[in-house]
């Protein structure tokens, strides 16, 4: 390297670093914040074990820039011809296995709440289809589907892009706030995964099996995700979306559609109920479709 060049490199990295600045804000590189317990637990156990990572590799690569520095052949050292060191391959064994019960026990603490389902507040029952996904709030039967929204032009580019392409859906997953909701998850064709960062939750949906995970939301919003297992060729276009209201509203939501959905069904029903020997004239013509 010349030596302009080798003058200018600092300058030109130093520039970059500068110019990056407004950007770097926006790159949000770090896990998106979380909304419930367990996805900040999640965020902190990842902290913790990325500066135990950290400290590590500075340990580590420290001492063997230190080494091959310091101790270089020009500088007439000559490398050391012992082999076994009975002292060092302790040190070097214990040291690494506390490092890991260090890291083991909050990462266990951390997985068996994952796992406790247990004293739930309500179940919701999330299937995975090709692809879209259904939800069922367990306790009254309501179901319904759940489909991308993203208008058409806009995948084949011939509309401008909206602020939430491809992550929105026609009918959202209303949930609670301040609620311990269980999910169950099972899949109908193939493996899909639910998966909403924020939440703090992932996993699979595995035709002919029952999984579960739960969550408590902190706070109201709307929290986006995707399906997270290669499901075939429109596994980018099924998003989830979560809308996390206070629970009284939550109440009046699922009471108005389960009872339209109800509603619908009756209606379905006396539609066609026909006695037998009526005639058609016979049969009451204003027929009401529900929604
Ligand atoms: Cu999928």
């Given at each position: 390297?010349?030596?302009?060049?080798?003058?200018?490199?600092?300058?030109?990295?130093?520039?970059?670093?500068?110019?990056?600045?407004?950007?770097?804000?926006?790159?949000d590189?770090?896990?998106?914040?979380?909304?419930?317990?367990?996805?900040?637990?999640?965020?902190?156990?990842?902290?913790?074990?990325?500066?135990?990572?950290?400290?590590?590799?500075?340990?580590?690569?420290?001492?063997?820039?230190?080494?091959?520095?310091?101790?270089?052949?020009?500088?007439?050292?000559?490398?050391?011809?012992?082999?076994?060191?009975?002292r060092?391959?302790?040190?070097?064994?214990v040291?690494?296995?506390?490092?890991?019960?260090?890291?083991?026990?909050?990462?266990?603490?951390?997985?068996?709440?994952?796992?406790?389902?247990?004293?739930?507040?309500?179940?919701?029952?999330?299937?995975?289809?090709?692809?879209?996904?259904?939800?069922?709030?367990?306790?009254?039967?309501?179901?319904?589907?759940?489909?991308?929204?993203?208008?058409?032009?806009?995948?084949?580019?011939?509309?401008?892009?909206?602020?939430?392409?491809?992550?929105?859906?026609?009918?959202?997953?209303?949930?609670?706030?301040?609620?311990?909701?269980?999910?169950?998850?099972?899949?109908?064709?193939v493996?899909?995964?639910w998966?909403?960062?924020?939440?703090?939750?992932?996993?699979?949906?595995?035709?002919?099996?029952?999984?579960?995970?739960?969550?408590?939301?902190?706070?109201?919003?709307?929290?986006?995700?995707?399906?997270?297992?290669l499901?075939?060729?429109?596994?980018?276009?099924?998003?989830?979306?979560?809308?996390?209201?206070?629970a009284?509203?939550?109440?009046?939501?699922?009471?108005?559609?389960?009872?339209?959905?109800?509603?619908?069904?009756?209606?379905?029903?006396?539609?066609?109920?026909?006695?037998?020997?009526?005639?058609?004239?016979?049969?009451?013509?204003?027929?009401?479709?529900?929604?």
């Amino acid at each position: 390297m010349s030596r302009t060049a080798s003058a200018l490199t600092p300058a030109l990295a130093a520039a970059l670093v500068l110019a990056s600045a407004p950007a770097r804000a926006a790159w949000d590189l770090n896990l998106p914040p979380p909304v419930t317990p367990l996805a900040a637990q999640i965020l902190d156990l990842h902290n913790l074990i990325l500066w135990i990572c950290v400290v590590i590799f500075i340990g580590v690569f420290g001492v063997m820039f230190y080494s091959t520095y310091a101790h270089r052949k020009s500088r007439g050292y000559r490398a050391a011809q012992f082999s076994h060191n009975t002292r060092l391959e302790i040190l070097w064994s214990v040291i690494p296995a506390v490092i890991l019960v260090v890291m083991a026990v909050p990462s266990t603490v951390t997985l068996i709440e994952m796992e406790d389902t247990t004293r739930s507040d309500l179940s919701v029952k999330i299937t995975g289809y090709q692809w879209f996904w259904e939800y069922e709030y367990m306790d009254s039967g309501y179901s319904f589907y759940s489909r991308l929204s993203t208008p058409r032009e806009q995948i084949e580019n011939r509309a401008a892009k909206g602020e939430h392409y491809l992550l929105e859906v026609d009918n959202e997953l209303v949930l609670p706030v301040g609620k311990k909701v269980r999910f169950v998850l099972t899949a109908n064709d193939v493996i899909h995964a639910w998966w909403v960062p924020k939440l703090g939750i992932k996993k699979d949906a595995i035709p002919g099996y029952v999984s579960e995970m739960w969550a408590v939301i902190e706070k109201e919003g709307v929290y986006r995700g995707q399906c997270a297992e290669l499901c075939g060729k429109d596994h980018g276009f099924m998003p989830i979306v979560v809308r996390a209201v206070s629970a009284a509203e939550f109440e009046a939501w699922l009471g108005e559609r389960a009872a339209s959905a109800a509603g619908a069904a009756e209606t379905v029903t006396e539609t066609v109920t026909i006695h037998p020997g009526a005639a058609v004239s016979d049969v009451d013509s204003t027929v009401t479709v529900g929604g």
